[in-house]
């Protein structure tokens, strides 16, 4: 990708006061390519450093790593312990720590000490109903407040936390929870969504009664006092904390590897996998990249438009580790207009804002420009996930947002409850170009021999353990589910799923999940090369390509959802095929384009190509109750346009 000029370049500032050139000079490097090739040569020097530069709380021991030569066997910091919990509420004091907005319905802001009031009077009653070390408590939550408090107090007693968002269905919900036996199940009475109230009374009554355990409801948008009565072993929160007072919180300090989170994978093929993280390596990941990728500091506002569904959230939620202020979003990011977000931004000032590429997609298309319609000058780094963020949403972000914002388009999972590919505030941005590997992470594009390749796509691995790489799968005693789920492809590499390309610059894109890559004639198409070229067109909302087996081989389908009032015939069949070709490639072009109402999505946003391939091969999709809108998975049933 050959572009004279990047979108953005660091000030000199950033190049000599930023935590990450401040930390790069501190260990001896003065450029980061250099720096990021010591920290993977030499992985127990460097988060050796992390830790004591981020002030970890807690005893690091003397050994930083064991085994680091095998991915399934290697230890980060075996000796080691310490409190997750403790290290998020090391802040105290009367400024923010954590600000919400639920749509246009309700708002609040909580201290620091009210935060730790909170947490005190939550960890005493948790503790009072026997709630330990290695104990799950799962939450059906907004992103609220509360929400982290309850976390934060299950954290500090050595108990496991599992959340999911209000708008999972009662299967979602028990396909996840029921697997991890949880000991306690906290749920809000009701939540806003499109300035809707939404009722969960019933739903937390038929998931209490299948996980048969106590229920804490928290208040929001519904009448807990009603839901909590309904609900054998219910409690309201008020009546639940009411025997406490606020003290000081105490702390268990744990193994290094202890289990902190389990999160669970889309479940779009199957009951979902339950992905073990750990408290040393959730912490330590997350400050590496808060404090030196994203280089926040102390009081900022860090924003993250995420659900407690989304492994975002657990990354939101650590920023309160580098003294960083929480704002909180719960509900439609269009409700009551498209504005919502960045009158957040603009009034509190954010630092960084978070969200999805299709967000940013969604705002260009809307035909907003916040660059002259808020004052966004506290802004200094928006991130984008979710999906890859097309190179016409790099311009957009320039264009109509802010132009001097440094852009980081980030990649990495649930799987690894982080990023192995984000911002580098010390490297330009190029347009379409995620910045760099993270640091400590040995990151590379390879070939389906095994071998590494430049500026030709491949896989997406990752050649050394590293700290956040999960513990275990729950459930899984032999770890045969964990294996095969990263190290089937290569011995002893990581391999993540992801079809990538390093860009000449020393970026990557990302061209989507490698198990959706396309197979035309047996060469490999990412499916977002031809997102980047139809969904740049006015006349289509949004896209999904799959390849459906036909005649011995392979053929590009094409689905796209329209803007209103248009109609696919002919002249924009041409139009479409003709954007393809040029802007991709002539073997992009697909073989069938077929407009639908509505495409299939997970809770967190992400379109499922794998799901609508199921479906239009007559295979069953095993799990609809992971779809924010399974119904949409019908349009793609027995379509006569892909019969011939």
């Known amino acids: 990708m050959n572009q004279e000029r990047p979108l953005w370049e660091p000030s000199r500032d950033v190049l000599e006061k930023s935590p990450m050139a401040l930390f790069m000079k501190a260990c001896g490097f003065h450029g980061y390519e250099d720096f990021h090739a010591w920290s993977v040569e030499d992985r127990a020097s460097f988060w050796s450093a992390v830790w004591d530069d981020c002030r970890v709380v807690g005893d690091r021991g003397g050994r930083a790593l064991v085994d680091g030569d095998r991915m399934l066997e290697a230890r980060f910091f075996p000796d080691a312990t310490l409190n997750f919990a403790e290290n998020l509420l090391q802040r105290t004091g009367s400024d923010d720590a954590l600000i919400f907005r639920g749509e246009d319905k309700l708002s609040y802001r909580w201290s620091w000490d009210d935060l730790h009031a909170q947490v005190s009077r939550l960890q005493q009653a948790f503790a009072a109903m026997g709630i330990g070390v290695g104990d799950r408590v799962a939450a059906m939550m907004p992103n609220m407040p509360e929400t982290i408090a309850c976390m934060l107090a299950a954290a500090s007693l050595g108990a496991i936390w599992s959340s999911c968002s209000p708008d999972f269905g009662e299967q979602g919900v028990l396909d996840r929870f029921g697997q991890i036996e949880p000991k306690l199940f906290i749920a809000c009475d009701g939540y806003w969504y ?35 009565a309904s609900i054998e072993n219910g409690i309201t929160l008020s009546d639940f904390v009411a025997p406490y007072s606020a003290v000081a919180v105490t702390f268990r300090h744990l193994p290094f590897g202890h289990p902190l989170y389990i999160l669970f994978s889309s479940g779009t093929t199957g009951v979902p996998k339950c992905i073990v993280h ?143 590919v984000l911002g580098v505030p010390l490297k330009p941005v190029w347009r379409g170009e995620i910045q760099g590997p993270g640091l400590g992470l040995a990151v590379d594009v390879w070939n389906e021999d095994g071998q590494p390749v430049r500026r030709e796509k491949g896989e997406l691995v990752c050649t050394k353990a590293f700290p956040s790489m999960p513990v275990m799968f729950w459930n899984d005693p032999d770890g045969a589910k964990y294996r095969a789920a990263y190290f089937e492809r290569f011995d002893n590499v990581w391999c993540h799923g992801d079809f990538a390309e390093w ?87 697909p073989a069938r384009i077929v407009a639908v109402a509505d495409i299939p999505r997970t809770k967190s946003g992400k379109i499922v190509e794998l799901a609508v391939r199921e479906v239009v091969h007559g295979r069953p999709v095993k799990n609809k109750e992971a779809l924010a809108n399974p119904e949409a998975l019908e349009l793609f049933a027995d379509l006569a346009a892909l019969k011939s």
């Open 194 to 228: 499109n300035g809707k109230r939404q009722d969960v009374g019933a739903k937390v009554q038929a998931v209490a009664q299948e996980l048969g355990v106590p229920v804490l409801v928290i208040p929001y948008a519904g009448d807990a006092v009603a839901t909590a």
């Open 503 to 589: 860009t000449e610059h020393g970026g990557i894109i990302i061209h989507g999940r490698s198990d959706a890559t396309l197979n035309p004639g047996g060469v490999r198409i990412g499916t977002a090369e031809i997102y980047n070229q139809v969904e740049q067109m006015e006349e289509v909302l949004e896209a999904l390509c799959i390849g459906q087996d036909w005649d011995d081989d392979v053929r590009v389908v094409l689905f796209v959802r329209l803007a209103p009032g248009v109609v696919l015939d002919e002249n924009l069949e041409k139009a479409i095929r003709t954007r393809i070709r040029s802007g991709a490639s002539p073997r992009h072009v």
């Open 278 to 420: 750990s408290v040393g390596g959730t912490l330590l990941q997350h400050l590496k990249e808060h404090r030196y990728h994203c280089g926040l500091h102390e009081g900022e506002r860090l924003f993250y438009f995420t659900t407690c569904g989304w492994m975002m959230w657990n990354w939101l939620a650590s920023g309160l580790a580098v003294g960083a202020t929480l704002c909180l979003y719960d509900g439609s990011p269009f409700h009551p207009d498209g504005n919502v977000l960045f009158d957040y931004a603009a009034d509190e000032g954010f630092s960084v804002f978070g969200t999805s590429a299709k967000y940013i997609d969604a705002v260009r298309k809307g035909g907003l420009t916040p660059r002259t319609s808020h004052d966004l000058s506290k802004l200094r780094l928006m991130t984008s996930t979710g999906s890859p963020l097309s190179p016409e949403g790099f311009s957009f972000v320039y264009e109509g947002i802010k132009p001097d914002v440094q852009l980081a388009s980030i990649s990495g999972g649930t799987d690894i409850v982080s990023c192995f």
